[in-house]
């Protein structure tokens, strides 16, 4: 697996000790001026630049004129526990239905956490048992194949014929949301004209719902899981994991002109970047749902919710909010759906080692 460390509006830093003050020195370049930043043993920093904190935002990139650079939205699928059908998975959100429910797909009677909401994880876990419990010559051949992540858009591939770029991106939660950014440059470069993306995951197994109840990080309402995923609210205690998958069709506005296909959206762009701070939590000074967290999948499937409240003028209700959090004061759609004409969607993902990512999609203006 190849790691890339992207640098992002706080600069490229290089690093080497300095004997003087037995602390390391740092050039911080800043676009292309160089500050000098020391990290005293204590703790404490020191720097000749400004010492304001404060975040200069950037400005926003024009919009893209360019058809052959346009990337329009031309096809969306999705795997939920409200079934396979986009129409009826963004129906039963708007209805507040929850699909979360007791886990039937292995027996979790011991485990603290029995429920969530519906890949590579279930192949690598059933591989491991096998060798447990029946030895080396019970592994299926396929143990390897299908445990590595690129595996599924290949084998997507080895179905369609599609010969273009093809790979897979492994980071957490915020992975789908780095896949639609990827694909776009794509795109824009000229090196596809089209391209089948999205996040997936299939971790409902004993060990990836093991994994995270050691984590400490799910929400242990066995007796009522219906009302166990609850954003923004006091009374919650972890997060639901879930399964699925989020994909959308994703081309130049110029190749989906020329074929006649259906516009749905416009994505108009987006952005990653790293907190460079923690395996697992966020940085506290801010720097830098009624399906379950769908891990991997999720922020393809909140892509498709964001397009649907584009394309319908509805948005979805956050279920289970009885108690607010008395610092939250945006309008988070309480309990029942609500009408909004919808410009601009974002949607946010942000992944275990302190990756975040946006992306942003618009309605389709010729």
């Known amino acids: 697996m190849t790691s890339i460390t992207a640098t992002c509006s706080f600069g490229l830093i290089f690093r080497r000790k300095d004997s003087e003050n037995n602390g390391v020195s740092m050039h911080q370049?800043?676009?292309?001026?160089?500050?000098?930043?020391t990290f005293k043993p204590s703790g404490s920093i020191s720097t000749s630049a400004s010492k304001s904190k404060a975040i200069k935002a950037i400005s926003a990139p024009k919009r893209e004129t360019d058809p052959k650079k346009r990337v329009v939205i031309t096809g969306m699928g999705v795997v939920s526990v409200f079934g396979n059908d986009v129409d009826t998975f963004y129906d039963k959100l708007l209805e507040g239905e929850s699909g979360i429910t007791l886990i039937d797909k292995f027996d979790a009677s011991t485990f603290t956490v029995r429920f969530a909401g519906i890949g590579g994880m279930t192949s690598f876990s059933n591989g491991v048992e096998a060798l447990i419990q029946k030895g080396f010559k019970k592994i299926t051949p396929f143990f390897i194949p299908y445990s590595i992540t690129n595996m599924g858009s290949a084998l997507l591939a080895i179905d369609t014929g599609l010969m273009g770029p093809n790979y897979s991106?492994?980071?957490?939660?915020?992975?789908?949301?780095?896949?639609?950014?990827?694909?776009?440059?794509?795109?824009?470069?000229?090196?596809?004209?089209?391209?089948?993306?999205?996040?997936?995951?299939?971790?409902?197994?004993?060990?990836?719902?093991?994994?995270?109840?050691?984590?400490?990080?799910?929400?242990?309402?066995?007796?009522?899981?219906?009302?166990?995923?609850?954003?923004?609210d006091q009374d919650r205690d972890g997060f639901v994991i879930g399964?699925?998958?989020?994909?959308?069709?994703?081309?130049?506005?110029?190749?989906?002109?020329?074929?006649?296909?259906?516009?749905?959206?416009?994505?108009?762009?987006?952005?990653?970047?790293?907190?460079?701070?923690?395996?697992?939590?966020?940085?506290?000074?801010?720097?830098?749902?009624?399906?379950?967290?769908?891990?991997?999948?999720?922020?393809?499937?909140?892509?498709?919710?964001?397009?649907?409240?584009?394309?319908?003028?509805?948005?979805?209700?956050?279920?289970?909010?009885?108690?607010?959090?008395?610092?939250?004061?945006?309008?988070?759609?309480?309990?029942?759906?609500?009408?909004?004409?919808?410009?601009?969607?974002?949607?946010?993902?942000?992944?275990?080692?302190?990756?975040?990512?946006?992306?942003?999609?618009t309605p389709f203006n010729p």
């Open 169 to 232: 991106i492994s980071t957490a939660c915020a992975t789908a949301n780095y896949c639609f950014y990827a694909a776009a440059n794509h795109i824009r470069r000229g090196e596809a004209d089209i391209m089948v993306v999205g996040g997936t995951e299939a971790a409902v197994n004993p060990t990836g719902v093991g994994g995270f109840i050691a984590c400490r990080a799910l929400s242990q309402r066995n007796h009522e899981p219906h009302k166990a995923s609850r954003p923004w």
């Open 29 to 37: 370049y800043n676009g292309l001026r160089a500050i000098e930043t």
């Open 243 to 361: 399964e699925g998958a989020g994909v959308l069709i994703m081309e130049s506005l110029e190749h989906a002109s020329k074929r006649g296909a259906n516009i749905i959206a416009e994505y108009l762009g987006g952005a990653i970047t790293c907190d460079a701070h923690h395996m697992t939590d966020p940085r506290k000074d801010g720097l830098g749902s009624m399906i379950g967290h769908g891990l991997g999948a999720a922020g393809g499937l909140e892509a498709i919710v964001c397009i649907k409240a584009i394309t319908t003028g509805w948005l979805h209700p956050t279920i289970n909010q009885d108690n607010l959090e008395p610092q939250v004061d945006i309008d988070t759609v309480p309990n029942v759906k609500k009408r909004h004409e919808v410009n601009v969607a974002i949607s946010n993902s942000f992944g275990f080692g302190g990756h975040n990512s946006v992306v942003a999609f």
